[in-house]
């Protein structure tokens, strides 16, 4: 019985005049209109103007929390949104959607229905949100009276129109707001007053009002809410004709025009203006000013996109772009293609308009709203496409990088998201590079270049390098050698030491998406890609140095080289100088090699060379240099390594040819302290028997002094090539070897060696006067050796001359005769005078010029090395004037400028 009785139409009738009374307060009769209207509503088929549409109500939410400044909370909600659509677990996701923003609209609307005194009223907080879509237009205003109906359409703002489909571009966030300086009219036409507008203008309750406008027919074109926001298809636009005449335009027919400059098409009003570059509508249209202004900037839209298409055409029908730009004409084409869907929604909605014909079209304002999105978007890859203009492979993708330190969190997602699309290439031929050593770079886009007609000698220097100009900006100048060290390393490996062990974590690395580009790019926040760099590098570097050291013995040809081509072997330099000093002396055009290698073998043998390694051994070789008139063996001999291989990649001919000038000087050098060992031996040999004529004494002292002086300044200039070039040099190499990272550290090292050898053995250009006035030294110790061995010859034969004289005046005295007579008197008294007037002034006066001549060059030798740069050669000059015998007869050693020096050259 209840249950009937509850289904009773006349107990829902008196429940619900209870309920009205117990709402409103009101009397029986005056209750009444509001019951009415409350059954008419409960026993309708009433349903929500709003379009089925999940986009349409996703995009008023994000704007309306954009408007409230909540622009974060926007992106989190659409993040959450595309989660849920990925779900797919709720089906009526649009309902939902409509519900939160139903919700979260009560509390607004709820304010500003007290603000117009419809706080007291149940119907009037809730049932207007109910009466339609869009708020009432300030253009009915007029229509409302003074009344709380003007009020309630004066506080409404204005709102995007509904639609059933979707532009499929999400911009940069903005809104067109009701205080604009110019407001674009919802119409063009005044909208029609409501017939029984002034009898609810005279009723004192809203209520009534609300119910009264209400139960007026949805479906009426004079309702002062038009349905679902949308402006009749009768609303139009007068235009001026040159005889002075007027037609109604109307509104669809600028839609439609608009539609088409849309897709870069001219139609019948709005044509693109070459002048102006851009679509203008046509002048002789009548419009007003702000309808022109507002055609004018929709039409951007076409002029952008038109702009942005021809770009991917052209681009794309050139064979020459590479990959890098074909992706970056890809990327710009997936964009182009939501702007598709954008224009098929446009065209669809024109056509259901046309089919249903029920008065209600797409306006302007709408469109406006539609488009401003999409406007943003084209106006973001119309300044890439300029941006990007000529450019190409990493270049190209640099322009782009320079846009994602953009403020625009939009324009920052879509550079993103472009650069992901344009970084592909460059990343899967980077990781090709890497780990197979393969480059497929057809049209010059990658950062590593090839030079295919280099020869595999000389691979590792000239066949690969880096073209700066594509260097992306989101890879350092560090990575990018390292990248191209890891591909070298991997090449030199397959191609020179035949070895062609995989590259550790290849498999890996194959098997990874190349949609992980974008690891290249947001190092500023991920370390993957410099992880990976720095990982592949490193194994490369450290297995091609490894099969350097075992298999091809890098580290023992090294130090062979710096035992017999430096000197560092004594016990062989010092027997092969013995066994080749008569040969040497000769004239250089009377040796022969093979006599010279013949030598060769023998010190070898003989010494602590013969426990070499015999590859080594079998590398040292006797070189003569060009002979020039004049010149002795010890001139143009030379000894030299032969290398091939892949440790000739090291010791290239120029290398080979420095270290042919530094044992050259090292040998000449050498030979100065075995010149002065046997000045010193015969001087030693002959001083006691050339006691038996006291007239030498004092050329012989002068003998000894000189030689002492030359051999006090070789002791030093070989201790500092010895000790502090050669050793402290060759200390800093193998340290820096041993170190070394990759194979460019190994020949860096040994460049910097020679280097510094040559330079401070004075074998540089800015040395050259030095190494003048050093060579002049040596030939004056050459000329000693050879005027001191002439003096102890004839010394020699005038004391065997003596002695004879008194053996002879020994034997006749024995033999009972007079031991002299006056003939052989006066012989040997001529012979003595004779050699005292002739032979000892000429060689003291040969000494004294080979001494002065000797103290000269030394000073200005000293002088020179005060002023050069090398600190290590200034101190040089300290030691060989220790005691400042030199500085006593030298002005220039005295000057301040020298005592500046020295000072600077001690701190």
């Known amino acids: 019985m209840s249950t009937r009785r509850g ?14 009374l117990k709402v409103t307060g009101l009397s029986d009769e005056a209750v009444r209109p509001l019951l009415q209207h409350s059954l008419r509503i409960i026993t309708s088929n009433y349903e929500s103007t709003v379009d089925h549409d999940e986009f349409q109500v996703a995009e008023k939410i994000k704007r309306r929390l954009v408007r409230k400044g909540k622009e974060k909370d926007a992106v989190v909600f659409l993040e959450l949104h595309r989660k849920l659509q990925a779900q797919g677990v709720i089906k009526n996701r649009w309902a939902v959607l409509y519900l939160l923003m139903s919700l979260s ?29 869009t708020p009432f237009h300030p253009a009915a205003r007029g229509h409302a009276g003074n009344g709380d109906i003007t009020s309630l359409h004066s506080n409404t703002t204005l709102q995007s129109g509904h639609t059933s489909g979707s532009s499929g571009i999400s911009s940069i966030h903005g809104e067109i707001h009701s205080n ?33 406008t209400l139960s007026s027919d949805r479906g009426s074109s004079t309702a002062v809410v038009p349905h679902r926001g949308r402006t009749s298809k009768k609303t139009t636009i007068t235009v001026h004709k040159n005889d002075q005449s007027s037609e109604e335009l109307p509104e669809a027919v600028i839609i439609r025009d608009l539609v088409y400059a849309f897709q870069g098409i001219e139609g019948r009003w709005i044509r693109y203006d070459p002048t102006k570059e851009g679509y203008r509508i046509n002048h002789q249209a009548g419009i007003p000013k702000a309808i022109r202004q507002l055609v004018s900037k929709l039409a951007e839209c076409g002029w952008l996109f038109n702009k942005t298409k021809t770009y991917v055409e052209n681009k794309s029908a050139d064979k020459t772009f590479g990959l890098v730009g074909k992706s970056f004409c890809a990327a710009l084409h997936e964009e182009l293609t939501e702007y598709y869907r954008l224009i098929a929604v446009l065209e669809g909605q024109i056509l259901s308009e046309g089919d249903r014909n029920d008065g209600h079209g797409l306006s302007l304002r709408q469109l406006v709203l539609w488009t401003f999105d999409p406007l943003q978007r084209l106006k973001c890859l119309a300044t890439i496409v300029d941006v990007c203009r000529g450019k190409k492979g990493g270049a190209l993708a640099s322009a782009l990088y320079s846009y994602m330190q953009h403020g625009d969190p939009f324009v920052q997602s879509l550079i993103q998201h472009i650069l992901n699309m ?25 950062f590593v270049a090839s030079d295919p007609t280099v020869k595999n000698d000389r691979l590792w220097h000239d066949k690969y390098s880096l073209r700066k100009s594509m260097i992306p900006n989101f890879i350092t100048r560090e990575q990018a050698n390292r990248i191209l060290l890891t591909g070298k390393s991997i090449n030199y490996l397959r191609q020179v030491c035949q070895d062609r062990t995989p590259t550790k974590g290849r498999q890996v690395i194959t098997h990874m998406d190349s949609s992980q580009a974008d690891v290249m790019f947001r190092q500023d926040t991920t370390s993957e890609f410099q992880h990976m760099v720095d990982r592949v590098y490193k194994e490369t570097s450290r297995h091609l140095l490894d099969v350097l050291n075992t298999k091809y013995k890098f580290l023992e040809h090294l130090k062979a080289m710096r035992r017999y081509l430096l000197l560092g072997q004594g016990d062989f330099i010092r027997h092969l100088m013995d066994l080749l000093l008569d040969d040497l002396a ?6 022969y090699l093979h006599n010279l290698t013949g030598i060769l073998e023998t010190a070898i043998r003989a010494t602590n060379a013969q426990f070499d390694d015999s590859d080594i051994l079998k590398r040292l070789d006797v070189r003569l240099l060009e002979v020039s008139p004049g010149d002795k063996g010890w001139d143009v001999f030379s000894l030299e390594y032969h290398v091939d291989g892949p440790i000739r990649t090291v010791f290239t001919p120029q290398c080979m040819m420095s270290l042919l000038r530094i044992f050259n000087f090292l040998w000449r050098a050498k030979r100065m302290e075995y010149i002065l060992a046997i000045v010193w031996k015969n001087q030693m040999s002959n001083s006691r028997g050339l006691r038996g004529i006291p007239e030498l004494s004092g050329i012989l002292h002068q003998c000894h002094v000189l030689a002492s002086e030359m051999v006090h300044f070789i002791q030093q200039v070989q201790y500092y090539i010895n000790f502090e070039v050669l050793e402290c040099s060759w200390d800093e190499l193998l340290t820096k070897v041993k170190e070394a990272e990759d194979f460019d550290n190994v020949i860096a090292a040994h460049q910097v060696f020679l280097n510094t050898v040559i330079s401070r053995c004075l074998l540089d250009e800015q040395s050259r006067d030095i190494l003048t006035q050093l060579r002049t030294i040596f030939d004056l110790i050459i000329d000693f050796q050879t005027a001191q061995s002439e003096f102890y010859e004839e010394a020699n034969d005038e004391l065997q001359a003596r002695q004879h004289y008194d053996k ?36 003291r006066a040969r000494f004294k010029v080979l001494s002065q001549s000797y103290q000269d060059m030394v000073k200005q030798f000293l002088v020179m090395l005060t002023y050069h740069k090398d600190v290590s050669l200034r101190f040089l000059s300290f030691r060989l004037d220790f005691n400042e015998h030199y500085k006593a007869k030298e002005p220039k050693l005295r000057s301040p400028s020298v005592h500046r020096l020295s000072r600077s050259a001690v701190s």
């Open 7 to 20: 289904n009773d139409p006349e107990t829902i009738t008196l429940l619900l005049q209870k309920l009205c």
């Open 180 to 212: 604009d300086p110019t407001p674009i009219p919802h119409s063009y036409m005044p909208l029609p007053s409501h017939p029984g507008m002034d009898s609810y203008r005279d009723s004192t309750s809203v209520g009534l009002r609300l119910a009264s």
């Open 808 to 843: 002879l005046q020994q034997m006749r005295s024995q033999k009972g005769d007079w031991a002299l007579t006056a003939e052989y008197e006066e012989e040997e008294h001529i012979r003595r005078v004779e050699f005292l007037k002739n032979i000892i002034p000429s060689k």
């Open 105 to 133: 609209d009560s509390s607004v609307k709820t304010s500003r229905d007290r603000q117009v005194g419809l706080s007291s009223t149940l119907f009037a907080g809730n049932l207007a949100g109910h009466a339609t879509s």
């Open 586 to 591: 000769k004239p250089a055009s009377n040796l």
């Open 422 to 446: 344009v970084a592909q290439p460059i990343y899967i031929g980077l990781v090709s590079w890497m780990y197979d050593g393969e480059l497929e770079d057809m049209h010059d886009e990658f």
